[in-house]
């Protein structure tokens, strides 16, 4: 089993659509958790951290459920400038990041 | 302030001949990642340095890669000799120290072996 596991997709929704990202570890131990945007050519840049109460950082919203192992992430409102991957992060020790392969999120007109 | 700054953007090299990569950190950031990342796949850790120090380095070809962190600033990531399989985008990315900061990357290489 990967560490870190997410449906690659592609994911195709319209504007304005709502859309959910399930991503899914294997370390119990693992410490910190993110969800980073990488545009086609470009590098990931982060796009939020994922803490146990959940939290919402405008039209996105992360929730961490640690019993399952599972991250999620919530986009409301779709804009065609979220289209992007968007990739799983899960730290474990002091500093290891392991990603996902990402999930691609195509937002049509 | 400047970002993590790698170079070259792109490469171009025959199999079998040798090739470096050069990341400078965000000042101040102490761990320092080389990451590969393949096409339509997630970037895989080749080595982690903590200051000078390569304090994860098991995914690293040890074979014909090699990466150093001299005085714990700038890093350099070699491959000698490159194989076809070599090409990807190498990032590299840097942090003040997790596990509540976000790591930094560079825009990476882009290394073809032909």
């Known amino acids: 089993r990967k560490e870190v596991e997410q449906d690659p997709g592609p994911f195709n929704v319209p504007e304005g659509a709502t859309v959910a990202f399930n991503c899914t570890y294997s370390?119990?131990?693992?410490?910190?958790f993110f969800w980073y945007r990488q545009d086609c050519r470009k590098e990931p840049k982060l796009l939020m951290s994922?803490?146990?109460s959940g939290n919402e950082d405008g039209r996105f919203t992360a929730q961490l459920n640690r019993a399952s192992q599972y991250i999620s992430l919530l986009i409301r409102d779709s804009k065609l400038s979220d289209s992007a991957t968007y990739l799983c992060?899960?730290?474990?020790?002091?500093?290891?990041?392991?990603f996902g392969k990402g999930t691609m999120l195509l937002v049509s007109p | 302030e400047a970002g993590v700054v790698q170079s070259p953007r792109y490469k171009i090299i025959e199999k079998k001949q040798p090739v470096a990569f050069w990341c400078n950190p965000i000042?101040?950031?102490?761990?320092l990642y080389w990451y590969l990342q393949n096409l339509g796949q997630g970037p895989e850790l080749l080595i982690r340095?903590?200051?000078?120090?390569?304090?994860?380095d098991s995914q690293l070809p040890k074979d014909r890669f090699s990466a150093e962190r001299l005085k714990g600033v700038d890093s350099t990531l070699k491959i000698q000799p490159a194989e076809l399989g070599d090409s990807a985008v190498y990032l590299c990315?840097?942090?003040?120290?997790?596990?509540?900061?976000?790591?930094?990357f560079g825009q990476g290489t882009r290394l073809t072996v032909v």
């Open positions: 340095y903590e200051n000078e120090e390569a304090v994860d």
């Open positions: 990315a840097s942090s003040s120290g997790l596990p509540n900061t976000e790591a930094f």
């Open positions: 370390n119990s131990a693992s410490q910190s």
């Open positions: 000042s101040g950031h102490n761990t």
């Open positions: 992060v899960v730290c474990s020790g002091y500093s290891t990041l392991t």
């Open positions: 994922v803490y146990s």
